[in-house]
């Protein structure tokens, strides 16, 4: 071997720089990152079929709040909207989560007596005492099963004060009775619009106005390319606190604080004088009025919202405080108050294995029917 062959041979066996290591790696990182990268964004692209079925359900929950908006609801001067009279027995898919079984009677009202006037038992509320199912399985029929008759004047999302109107619209329906004002969360918070006939431009209801759906927001869901990399995916993931990142099959964050309450024990004057306007219109008809307060379902599964949202536990603490001042409140007024926040508590954890299904709801309403008529029998 000559001298120049041993030279280069010693050369050879010398370690590599700092400096070029570093590049190695750094040039093995940004390698992986391309191949990531890539996978990412063709993954995105192989995701688009889910895509299209997130827009096909959406496409589907925007019919169904059409025909709720544009078939089932109709204006009114005063009450801002009622139900359409005389609706057939019809399945009617409102959002995600829940299907309504509509059928109202001359009125417009979800009533089984030929003569309303009859009925001993009179409900004035929004959704949870109009129900969700078919009439024969909510609450107050269950309540005209046990020998009471019964008449329903709730509509699905009425307030405080357009239940009052509704008292005050219908006086031979609710005189001499006995009225069960039923209150949700959202009964607390709500504010009544400044003129209840422009009350679908106050709701966004307009855009249901044209006969046949039309959704604007279904026109674009493409992500611009940089939204598809993972660079963005770990931005989104430290900014973005969102409480919708979490879902589950029973309920969904979102849905949960929709339902929850939003106002302090300080804030309740609103309602007081709501329920104070409804006392006086009992009492001017000879009749007895007492309120019944519905929990969101976020306090009938305290254990699990609180795992789902980061003030689930406030939120449930404050909906609590609420219902506490306002019985007392009322009580003081001398009105009887039957808060069902305990019963449901009880019943979703001793049925939660059956939620979603059929049956948890029938058996819920039975049981909110023999709470009430056990209520009744104490008063």
């Not at 001298?3 to 070029?20: A, M, Q, Y």
């Not at 609801?73 to 959002?95: A, Q, S």
């Not at 309303?116 to 038992?121: F, I, P, Q, R, V």
């Not at 039975?366 to 709470?371: P, W, Y």
Request: charged share 30%; aromatic share 12%; net charge negative.
């Amino acid at each position: 071997m000559s001298l120049l062959d041993v030279i280069r041979r010693k050369n050879s066996e010398k370690p590599t720089s700092k400096l070029g290591k570093i590049a190695r790696t750094l040039g093995a990182v940004l390698a992986m990152y391309g191949i990531v990268e890539t996978a990412a964004i063709v993954s995105n692209f192989v995701a688009r079929a889910e895509l299209e079925l997130s827009r096909e359900k959406r496409a589907e929950n925007y019919i169904g709040r059409h025909k709720l908006y544009n078939k089932v609801f109709e204006p009114d001067e005063i009450l801002g909207y009622k139900l359409r009279p005389n609706l057939d027995n019809w399945v009617h898919v409102t959002d995600n989560y829940n299907t309504i079984i509509m059928a109202t009677d001359e009125l417009g009202l979800r009533n089984w007596l030929d003569d309303k006037g009859s009925a001993k038992l009179v409900f004035v509320g929004g959704t949870a005492s109009f129900g969700y199912s078919g009439k024969s399985i909510t609450f107050p029929y269950h309540i005209q099963e046990s020998g009471i008759d019964v008449s329903n004047f709730s509509v699905p999302g009425y307030l405080p004060w357009q239940m009052n109107e509704m008292m005050v619209r219908y006086p031979q329906f609710f005189k001499g009775k006995t009225i069960l004002y039923c209150l949700s969360p959202k009964s607390f918070d709500a504010k009544k619009p400044i003129n209840p006939s422009d009350y679908y431009s106050f709701k966004g209801w307009t855009k249901y106005e044209e006969s046949e759906p039309v959704d604007k927001d279904l026109e674009s869901e493409e992500k611009p390319l940089l939204e598809k990399t993972i660079a963005f995916w770990v931005y989104k993931t430290i900014t973005d606190h969102s409480e919708d990142k979490i879902t589950s099959v029973n309920s969904t964050p979102k849905r949960l604080v929709k339902e929850a309450i939003s106002i302090s024990p300080s804030e309740l004057e609103q309602m007081y004088l709501e329920v104070e306007e409804a006392m006086a219109i009992a009492q001017s008809y000879g009749s007895s009025l007492k309120v019944v307060l519905f929990p969101s379902k976020a306090s009938c599964i305290p254990e699990e919202y609180a795992t789902k949202t980061s003030d689930g536990e406030e939120q449930i603490r404050k909906e609590s405080e609420v219902y506490d001042s306002a019985t007392k409140y009322f009580e003081s007024k001398g009105v009887d108050v039957i808060d069902l926040t305990n019963p449901l508590r009880e019943y979703y954890k001793y049925f939660e294995e059956y939620r979603g299904v059929g049956v948890f709801n029938r058996e819920k309403e039975r049981m909110i029917g023999r709470e009430i008529i056990t209520f009744l029998g104490k008063k």
